[in-house]
């Protein structure tokens, strides 16, 4: 795609029919979230849609991010929204090294200032910046740099939103999340590990479409898709309200399908989007394949007892941990929320300006 | 080695969602016969138990209309045996479904030609016939 063409031009240049256009134009507001009842305007607004350049970071982090969004439904429908966005820099996917591919950063930062968007995966370590450096630039010092022209972060992974693994006891090399060094950039956290292919496609769908930053919740994430909780949307739902639980992986409950909370299932205190999106093309999800959800979309899951400890028991669940946790996630979501709102302020000033 | 399907695990779970969903259709299909515009039913937006898509599809069963778009990878689109009540299958080139619709209309818009593909086609047959 031309940076002179808009989305519109480029698709028809390619042979795209309205016909196929409107069907991208379906299957990129469910892919959002959006009712079906917004199709038109969807449509409208990626007609005219430029096409934006995007920086991409990997840090302190295994590649499961990357990997789960390369993974994602292969063409033709979702590939269009790659085809849509300038990936600029990407150190495991581009063909380029070294020195030629920070010059390719340099260039895209310098050519698209204010307007580009910085995506991160993995998070930053901070005790001793020398643990993790790429071309023999830190972490740290390379997101600064990075963040300082941005239009907007998105963070991918609970790494980059959380700290993530690397950031679990004792946190060996101080690892940190994006919002923790870069306070004054529009953040979006899509958090999750990895976060699911299409909510990473759905966020950059949005920016495409709208050229804005969702609406977030307390913790910086999309609420189109961290709106609700794993557990409202489960399935199996029915069996928790009935006082129905597989008490083992082999029990008579969990051949029946019944509610994994006694086996350590998180869905209570998760949000995320994985009982309606789901995962492998929309297949299942982890307590669909009898695997009770480990709140991996969730701040230091890692820390917050045994994945197989039901909430009652473990660390997220006594009733001193409830209430301090409650106490603490009111404080930080009202904080959060006047943090992402003014950032959401100033990011549509200036992009009214 | 036994196969899958020695393993004796049973999907009969429930949501609850399937009924609410057919009374959504039923009150869809009565505004639009008395006037009113049409609705169209995301299936990746409510919970759905593993079997329960597939309840709600034989419970609409198969009508007079099927078609198939070829655009971007193919779309399926049938009407059920309730006319105006549509399912809408959008697959990718890879043959994966993408997204799911219940379209209650009394046409698809994608069945429709659309004037912009009109106006192209307009084009072309013209720069045949002068060649």
Known sequence: MRKDQNLGEYLRSQGVSRRGFLKFCSATASLMALPPSAVAQVAEALAAARRPSVIWLSFQECTGCTESLTRSHSPTVESLIFDAISLDYHHTLQAAAGHGAE???EAAQEENKGEYILVVDGSIPVDNPAYSTIAGISNLDMLKDSAKDCFAIVSVGTCAAFGGLPGAAPNPTGAVAVSDIITDKPIINVSGCPPIPVVITGVLAHFLTFGTIPELDALGRPTAFFGQNIHDRCYRRPFYERGEFAETFDDEGARK?????KLGCKGPITYNACATVKWNQGMGFPIQAGHGCIACSEPRFWDKGGFYDALSTGDWGTREALLGAAGAGAALGVASAIRARSRKKKA???EEA | MSSLDTIPVTTEVATGNVEPLLHEIRHALKRLAGGEQGTTIDLKSLP????????IEATLGTGEVRAE????GPTLIRETSYPGVWLITHKNADNAV???FIEVTYIPELLRSQPEDIDAGIDRLESELRT
């Not at chain 1, 399908?257 to 909370?261: R, T, V």
């Not at chain 2, 759905?48 to 898509?53: I, K, Q, S, V």
Request: aromatic share 8%; with cysteine; hydrophobic share 50%.
């Open chain 1, 103 to 105: 010059a390719a950063r």
């Open chain 1, 257 to 261: 399908g019944w509610c994994l909370y």
């Open chain 1, 348 to 350: 549509m000033a200036e």
């Open chain 2, 69 to 72: 778009v070829d655009a971007l």
């Open chain 2, 98 to 100: 993408v997204a799911r």
């Open chain 2, 48 to 55: 759905l138990a593993p079997g329960e898509e597939e309840r």
